[in-house]
């Protein structure tokens, strides 16, 4: 990254940072769209079982991996800064904290995850499914999370276009490794949606690997020596990124967890509606990653402005990027509308997942205004290391607003299931109003201390 002195320039640079990592998130969540796709069509129940493995994994991983997130901002503001002797050190901590809590995440599923499973009300075969694919998936923990530290460290760079590279390596890897372990290739015997657990921890281990060579051979990540020092550990230096990552994993989770407890609260409507809702959802989280895309690029120009010094141009950079995750919100909104029908196709050919999973597309087009806001605003409070107060205004607005209300309107409205859906939306739209408003108070406090 460089300097920039006007507003196009600064659009060039957020460009050439963001698509990469718009590239990369949706390749990275394609590997979830093809998990939930080929296990559909292998069968319903799969399909269901994978719904609830996913909705148990995806906001421990979400909100975990946001506390790896940390070495992001971490690493951009000592960029900004001139201090890149310290920046090996950051890292190599994360790859450290990456491990441990690989550890605790294994050791805590042991011991809860059937007791936790067996509290719920699923079909057996649905529990078993659910059940198989997590322990699949588990022998793949330590590489996703050490890879997350990676990823944090070489887009702190602004080489955004490198992590794109390693995703689109890896996405032709894990449809083939579905496609021999869900419906049985190679010798290799059909495992149905458990199979997807398999393929991903697989290829898991796959990016890591391709990260390390590149960042230990590869210009200009090796002039950091990551890999070529031998680092002790230090527990300040943990606080330092707990500190930071605990309130993002936090703030991650408190909204990733909301849809997975919606999934798991659906389940005495029945498997058809399981099914259908997790299609549907799994389609506009994919949508999801346009203005996450943007929140990651804001940490990194936002960070690398701070750090710098440079606070209007990092009040610019926010501004351009919110803009543009809601002109993009629009577009996105739009198509959805149209081609419900079409997207639901995708995912089943049973008639009546087929016709609830189109309804609940409806509901997914009002998803994306609140994100477009809402997502980006996060990424830059991230930028200015402002996570805190961050993190309790997403469980304010997902868990204390959206989900009770949802889950009124879902048993004591006729809306049922749908009910659920519009809480959700009512939460986003709140997460969106109250973050929006505490950037603005962020930065209008810098701008104060410094004179701006």
Partial sequence: MVQTYTKGQKLKQFFLILLPILITQLSMYAMNFFDTIMAGNYSSTDL???????????????????ILLSITPIVSQLIGAGEKKDVSFSVIQGIYVSTVMAFIVIG????????FLNMMQLDDKVQQIAHDYLVALSFGIFPLFMYQVCRSFIDAL???????????????VNVALNYVFIYGALFVPPFGGVGAGYASAITYWFILFVAIWIIDQRVPFQQFRIWRQVQPVD???????????????????????????????????????????????NFASMLYMVPLSISIALTIVVGFEVGARRFKDASTYS???ISIAVGLSFFCGLLLFIYKDVVAALYTDDSNVLTLTSQFLLYAVFF???????APVQGALRGYKDVNVTFLMAFISYWIIGLPLGYMLANFTLLGPFGYWLGLITGLAAGAVTLSYRLWWVQKKYRKQHSI
């Fill in 108 to 115: 805590i599923g042991s011991i809860f995850l059937d007791p």
């Fill in 319 to 321: 501004f351009l990027g």
């Fill in 235 to 281: 527990l300040r230096k943990w606080k330092d990124i707990l500190i930071i990552g605990v309130p993002i994993g936090l703030s991650i989770f408190f909204e990733t967890s909301i849809f997975s407890a919606v999934t798991l609260l659906m389940s005495p409507f029945g498997t058809v509606t399981v099914a259908s809702h997790q299609a549907a959802l």
């Fill in 158 to 172: 602004g080489m955004t276009r490198t992590t794109m590279i390693i995703t689109l390596l890896s996405l032709p």
């Fill in 368 to 374: 994306q205004l609140s994100d477009a806001i809402q």
């Fill in 48 to 66: 269901a079982g994978v719904a609830i493995g996913s909705s148990i994994w995806v906001p421990i991983f979400t909100g975990l991996s946001g």
